[in-house]
């Protein structure tokens, strides 16, 4: 088992940035694919980034590419999601999952953080 708990969230005007964190704890959060989705009210949730336990390999959908980095820091058990120009487009409750490496499923899941972009 891995619990996963996010912080960083908050209002924030157009065009400025947010850093979203996802602290793991259980099992050694490092063996973990790690991702950011989030949900706007009345969507439904969408994948947003994701990273693979070693760090090397990436993806974006195509939205937010160019302006959010996702990134991890093993040592500190901790998965990032650096947002810059924000849109207001952006708002949603951005939620951190986990993901075993030998499957594409995330089957451990934070509570969500929110974040709000003003026009």
């Known amino acids: 088992q891995v619990q996963l708990v996010e912080s960083g969230g908050g209002l924030v005007q157009a065009g400025g940035s947010l850093r979203l964190s996802c602290a793991t704890s259980?099992?050694?959060?490092?063996?973990?694919?790690m991702g950011w989705f989030r949900q706007a009210p009345g969507k439904e949730r969408e994948f947003v980034a994701q990273?693979?336990?070693?760090?090397?390999?990436?993806d974006y959908t195509d939205s937010v590419k160019g302006r959010f980095t996702i990134s991890r820091d093993n040592a500190k058990n901790t998965v990032y999601l650096q947002m810059n120009s924000l849109k207001p487009e952006d708002t949603a409750v951005y939620y951190c999952?986990?993901?075993?490496?030998?499957?594409?499923?995330?089957?451990?899941w934070g509570q969500g953080t929110q974040v709000t972009v003003s026009s």
């Open positions: 999952a986990a993901r075993l490496p030998t499957t594409i499923r995330y089957d451990y």
């Open positions: 259980g099992r050694s959060g490092s063996r973990f694919g």
């Open positions: 990273i693979s336990s070693g760090g090397r390999s990436t």
